[in-house]
């Protein structure tokens, strides 16, 4: 069975870090395109990041640009989303996922024909 399981969301202090995981199950992630998304409440949900591990190719929302960071580990079974200098904006349930391609446009950034989606993971900036 193919599935996602996100981890590590917390409450942290403003200019604070976290590093989110998302572990696969019954697949590699270089065999699918990933993605971070996050919702935040009362908006719809966004990408952050997408990316071809196997290919290191890696996009960023301009809002997460020089502080987020998406990684894996060397048997490509788990994402990373590194966070740093966190914002009370960057308050948000943050979601992976992967699909057959990446969707990049000058205001969005996503994935094509998405095929699974973690569970999310809340993740509050604040003091």
């Known amino acids: 069975e193919v599935k996602l399981v996100e981890s590590g969301g917390r409450l942290v202090q403003p200019g604070g870090s976290l590093k989110l995981s998302c572990a696969g199950s019954?697949?590699?992630?270089?065999?699918?395109?990933i993605g971070w998304f996050r919702q935040a409440p009362g908006k719809e949900r966004e990408g952050i990041s997408c990316?071809?591990?196997?290919?290191?190719?890696?996009y960023y929302d301009d809002s997460v640009k020089g502080r987020f960071t998406v990684s894996s580990d060397s048997a490509k079974t788990i994402m990373y989303l590194e966070m740093n200098n966190l914002k009370p904006e960057d308050t948000a349930v943050y979601y992976c996922?992967?699909?057959?391609?990446?969707?990049?446009?000058?205001?969005?950034?996503?994935?094509?024909?998405?095929?699974?989606w973690g569970q999310g993971t809340q993740v509050t900036v604040s003091n």
């Open positions: 019954g697949f590699t992630f270089d065999d699918y395109m």
């Open positions: 996922a992967v699909g057959r391609g990446l969707l990049v446009t000058p205001t969005h950034l996503g994935l094509n024909d998405i095929q699974h």
């Open positions: 990316a071809s591990l196997g290919e290191n190719i890696i």
